[in-house]
């Protein structure tokens, strides 16, 4: 065992609760009521009656519950889990924004958050008095602030400007100042929650460096990102929060691997029976799966993807299924169907058919995958049928330091040739 | 060594030794009681509140011609206001003194405190980006609202006494400087604490009952027409019903002894005990209140 003194962080049971539909905001009459019932040794009349009953859950929701964890000196941890999984009310916790509602986090030395870069900025005050207002604001002392002066100007890369008022600048330029305060907060926990993604890729280096250089300095940070590329190349450590529990800690390739695999496992496949098949009277859909051509359990960037669709074809004319691919903002990537590679001939019987459509490798970007299904009869759509199914493409631990992830929609492997 | 550690709970085996080598610099816990304050916390903040002092004193005025001129500029148009729409055309018997100066003398520190009522009032609603996002005391914006007001004050204050060179009018060579100056001090705490308290209080209300927001402005004008700023207490007839309002509230004193002591006229000590209590009492129950509601506040905006 390491030194027990090495514990800079430690949560213990941490739970936090919110309450659902109660707004909070009743009329001061019912205030008056239910003090005055309360004084009597009544029940509140204005309470709604479940609410003191029966435990109804509907009206509390545990965003945390049971979270205990603890973080040594130098470690970088990082948080992974899906949206509204707990990660960001565990860091308002962290970073004292908000109480926890039960449990008990005990902290050594100074632990500062970047859950908004350029915090308080202050419009009409030039750069310069903004670097020690935000600098102050995030619990700089102002010798502190004097001594580093020079190197967060030079870090945020605005020289020419630290005496404009920064109502005059670009929000990538005020994003860069308040970056380059908050590299410079030198805390014992640095806690650091999506921040890779703000400002240009020159940029996103410069402050994936500084981060790296804060964990080779033995400083603590807890990183907390959707980015699994970066989680595996900084962090020696990984909790997963799922449904504001901890599902997994451990090391990172161990817990990463679950998560993906657990993640993209969840959607893939879709069966209907003969009551529920959805569809149109010219053919319905029956089964529909989508597995990496290698057989493996994640979609690699390097696996080609089959989409399997077990149909009903209910005329005998020529029917063409289609599939649309969208990523998570609901672009549409590409669509595709059965006429660019079959012929009319191939689909004109009715019966119950299996289509197999692959992706070659190479071809997606990192990211989640969302794929509609339709049909197509007589030059017109007969039905289409979204979000059938869903899987997330991984990309491989990339070597380099650049972890940000790749903008673009498609991720080819294209030839290239030096003269 | 190994760090895979079990599901959902604290790695076993592990003792929590740790904790006694070196104490934790902070634990947080579900709740802390109200009346602890953490000055400590505070304390460490200070630097904070200097820079949101200078913040609140520079980025006011900035892109005006006037600029910092404004500080004087405001006080004095209002004294002016007052003396020609009450002392000139209202002819407001004003127990011989110059209107301008008598004015002034209550118009300097009744700003004084509306500007902190009001402020702190909406020091939650103003300070909600800040607060949703990064930790610190939240009773350093406050605070610093306090700190700028003052210095504020200190300087419109400094104006006064350049006019009342110039009327050859000084309370402070009449009464004495020192207990000019015991007086002064002691009814600028009581203010602080009214305006400091008043404006936590409904600050922490604001939170729940968003109407306050509006009610402030009108409360604090007619608190204004119901305390002396713009007639001295004596002329208000004894036993009336003004009379018992105006008496009623805590401010009274409180300007009546100022513009006493900036003008030299007779001042009962004992007339301060009543707004002393309130201003206790409304300290207390503004701090309990706020400290409250800031537990939660994140959560809620």
């Known amino acids: 065992m390491s030194a027990p003194n090495d514990i800079v962080m430690r949560a213990e049971g941490v739970g936090k609760r919110y309450r659902l539909g109660v707004t909070d905001r009743r009329q001061f009459i019912d205030e008056f009521k239910a003090f005055t019932y309360k004084l009597r040794g009544k029940a509140d009349p204005t309470r709604s009656l479940d609410a003191m009953g029966s435990q109804r859950i509907g009206e509390d929701f545990w965003a945390l519950r049971d979270v205990s964890f603890e973080v040594r000196h130098g470690e970088v941890l990082g948080i992974i889990g899906r949206n509204g999984a707990g990660k960001s009310t565990l860091l308002k916790l962290l970073s004292r924004i908000t109480q926890p509602t039960e449990g008990v986090i005990s902290m050594r030395g100074k632990v500062s958050s970047l859950l908004e870069v350029g915090t308080g900025f202050h419009p009409e005050l030039s750069g310069r008095d903004n670097i020690y207002l935000n600098g102050a604001i995030l619990g700089m002392r102002k010798t502190e602030v004097d001594a580093k002066l020079n190197d967060i100007i030079s870090f945020s890369g605005i020289e020419h400007h630290i005496d404009t008022p920064v109502k005059r600048y670009s929000s990538g330029m005020r994003v860069r100042l308040g970056f380059a305060v908050a590299a410079h907060l030198e805390p014992e926990v640095l806690i650091v929650d999506e921040v890779l993604s703000v400002g240009d890729a020159d940029f996103q280096r410069k402050s994936m460096g500084k981060m790296k250089d804060s964990a080779n300095s033995g400083r603590t940070v807890l990183f907390v990102s959707h980015n699994m590329t970066a989680m595996r190349s900084l962090c020696s450590r990984v909790i997963w929060l799922e449904n504001g529990r901890v599902r997994m800690q451990g090391p990172t390739e161990e817990v990463v691997a679950a998560y993906l695999g657990n993640n993209s496992s969840s959607a893939t496949e879709k069966t209907w029976g003969e009551e529920d098949a959805p569809g149109s009277e010219v053919g319905r859909l029956r089964h529909v799966r989508v597995a990496p051509a290698s057989g493996g359990e994640l979609f690699l960037w390097e696996d080609a993807i089959d989409v399997e669709i077990t149909f009903e074809k209910l005329v005998d004319e020529p029917v063409y299924l289609v599939i649309w691919v969208y990523n998570s903002d609901n672009m549409e990537i590409v669509n595709t169907n059965i006429r660019e590679s079959l012929s009319e001939a191939d689909t004109l019987i009715s019966g119950t058919h299996v289509a197999v459509c692959q992706f070659p490798s190479h071809l997606f970007n990192s990211g989640d995958l969302i794929l509609s299904i339709g049909m197509a009869h007589n030059g017109r759509m007969s039905f289409k049928l979204d979000n059938v199914v869903s899987f997330t493409v991984v990309e491989p631990p990339r070597t380099g330091t650049w972890h940000g992830r790749r903008q673009g929609m498609l991720q080819l492997q294209l030839p290239w040739k030096v003269r | ?301």
């Not at chain 2, 020609?84 to 100066?101: D, E, H, K, N």
């Not at chain 2, 009464?175 to 009214?194: E, M, Y």
């Not at chain 2, 008496?247 to 002393?276: C, D, K, Q």
Request: hydrophobic share 55%.
């Open chain 2, 1 to 301: 060594m190994t760090e895979t550690h079990d599901i959902g709970t604290t790695p076993a085996g592990t003792v929590w030794e740790g904790a006694v080598g070196r104490t934790w610099d902070v634990v947080i816990r579900p709740a802390s009681p109200w009346w602890r304050l953490d000055l400590k916390e505070i304390w460490r903040y200070r630097d904070l509140l200097s820079m949101l002092i200078y913040r609140d004193l520079t980025a006011l005025y900035k892109q005006t011609i006037l600029g910092p001129v404004w500080v004087l500029v405001q006080p004095l148009l209002t004294s002016i206001m007052f003396a020609v729409i009450f002392g000139l055309m209202a002819r407001m018997s004003l127990a011989g003194y110059p209107p301008l100066l008598f004015y002034m003398a209550a118009v300097v520190p009744w700003s004084f405190f509306s500007v902190v009522v009001t402020k702190t009032a909406a020091t939650l609603t103003t300070n909600a980006p800040l607060m949703t996002k990064v930790y610190f005391p939240r009773l350093i914006p406050p605070l610093s609202t306090l700190g700028s007001s003052a210095f504020t004050f200190l300087v419109q204050l400094a104006l006064f006494f350049v006019f009342a060179l110039f009327y050859r009018v000084s309370g402070f060579l009449c009464l004495g400087t020192r207990l000019g100056i015991a007086l002064v001090a002691s009814v600028g705490v009581i203010g602080n604490g009214l305006a400091l308290g008043a404006g936590l209080l409904v600050a922490a209300l604001t939170t729940k009952y968003r109407d306050l927001a509006f009610v402030i402005g009108f409360a604090v004008q007619l608190l204004m027409y119901m305390s002396p700023v713009i007639f001295p207490l004596a002329k208000v007839q004894e036993g009336s019903k003004l009379r018992i309002v105006v008496e009623a509230n805590p401010l009274t004193p409180v300007i009546e002894g100022f513009r006493g002591s900036l003008l030299g006229s007779e001042m009962h000590w004992s007339t301060l005990w009543y707004p002393a209590i309130v201003s206790a009492v409304l300290i207390v129950l503004g701090l309990a209140l706020f400290k409250r509601v800031e537990r939660s506040f994140a959560d809620v905006v």
